[in-house]
């Protein structure tokens, strides 16, 4: 038996013929930036997160590039995040000229420990991005507190919630979505959105998006192009619908692989993810001793993983001027030595995941 990482081509064997026929009808029309396609998706997305609006952009970093810009962080700034974390988030600080100021991450929830970065506000903090770290909401209400805006990194997490409900994207000043293919909602190429309920907000978030262009060929700011394709947006509405499912399916599998783990009595060697709700496992992510060698182990029997991520962004060479030394975040350092993240993707079946466990309880045995 095989088991990959992610099988998107079984997710796209399910859902063919709408996917095809929305591609051709954009073909068709020859819209292709922007439009009709986008702006329906816009409105699709920001009512799933309970938001009034939606701004289509063209990556996850792109959300997070134009959401910094649209409330002026540049030189000088400081922003506080995560240091556990894909690269874009904090690249993006360090794109406008402002300065990442990483703090550690709960051990438990690999998510940032959100009392640290109350604590690390200063009088140049100009914003914050809680990471929603493989679909699990962060702790938001400490980072509330100081009224300095909060900006979601929810690349991971479309349709993730906390303990009572809130929707991921829509606690904070704004929420920035990913749709790189692999994400629970994933295009056919790259995408993103950032919503926010902001009116003025969003309107600024349109400009910017076009070289900060209002009206045509005039020019009161500095945008970029950070425009989604027509091509795009039509794919994930289609995908949309479906969305809850798919997500629901993974949380499904998540149980299984907690319920198997326990029966091979793995304890010792592997903690699986916390079962909270409103996770909606992007990645269902291990803590497992011997990390590296389970990885290769597992390889050498067909079964996909990867580890997200190896080197914290504190600990980055083009961070080093920012004089983050070993040690300095250690949870976050924990972290990257010890996780890895197993296949979990909606199609995945039974008999895969006990293959998976049989050949995890086979390492700690042999
Ligand atoms: C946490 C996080 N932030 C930002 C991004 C950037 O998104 P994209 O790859 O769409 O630019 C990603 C996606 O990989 C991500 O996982």
């Known amino acids: 038996m095989s088991v990959p990482l992610l099988d998107l081509k079984a997710q796209y064997a399910s859902i063919k013929p709408q996917i095809d026929a929305a591609v051709q009808r954009v073909i068709d029309s020859q819209y292709f930036i922007l439009g009709p396609e986008v702006s329906g998706l816009e ?17 996850g970093t792109d959300a997070l590039l134009v959401a910094l ?15 556990y974390t894909f690269f874009a988030t904090a690249g993006v600080i360090a794109r406008l000229g402002a300065r990442p100021v990483f703090v550690d991450i709960e051990p438990h929830s690999f998510n940032m420990d959100a009392e640290a970065a109350a604590g690390a506000v200063t009088a ?34 479309i349709g993730a919630r906390d303990q009572i409900g809130n929707v991921a994207g829509s606690m904070g000043m704004m929420g920035c979505f990913s749709f790189f293919p692999s994400k629970n909602l994933g295009g056919f190429g790259d995408g993103g959105m950032v919503v926010t309920s902001d009116p003025a907000l969003a ?23 950070f425009r989604l394709d027509a091509l795009q947006a039509a794919v994930l509405r289609v995908k949309l619908p479906f969305l809850d499912g798919w997500s629901a399916a993974r949380r499904r599998n998540a149980d299984r692989y907690r319920t198997l783990l326990h029966e091979a009595r793995l304890a010792g060697s592997v903690v699986p993810p916390e079962d909270v709700p409103g996770h909606i496992y992007n990645q269902f992510v291990i803590r497992a001793s011997r990390r590296d060698q389970l990885q290769a182990y597992l390889r050498s029997h067909a079964v996909g993983t990867e580890i997200y991520y190896p080197v914290p962004l504190h600990r980055q060479a083009c961070f080093a001027d920012l004089g983050y030394g070993t040690g300095s975040l250690p949870e976050a350092e924990r972290a990257a030595a010890e996780t890895l993240a197993l296949p979990i993707y909606p199609e995945l079946t039974a008999e895969q995941q006990e293959y998976v466990v049989d050949r995890i309880a086979e390492f700690y045995q042999g």
């Open 69 to 83: 810009m649209a409330i002026g962080v540049g030189p000088g700034a400081e922003v506080v995040t995560t240091p």
């Open 203 to 225: 309107e600024r978030l349109r400009i910017l998006r076009v070289h900060g262009m209002e009206p045509k060929y005039y020019h009161q700011v500095v945008g970029g192009n």
């Open 43 to 59: 409105a699709e997305i920001a009512a799933y997160c309970h938001t009034a609006h939606g701004i289509g952009v063209a990556s």
């Open 124 to 157: 140049h903090t100009r914003a914050i991005i809680p990471v929603h770290l493989y679909g699990r909401v962060a702790a938001m209400e400490p980072l509330l507190e100081p009224g300095i805006p909060v900006i979601e990194d929810a690349a991971q997490a």
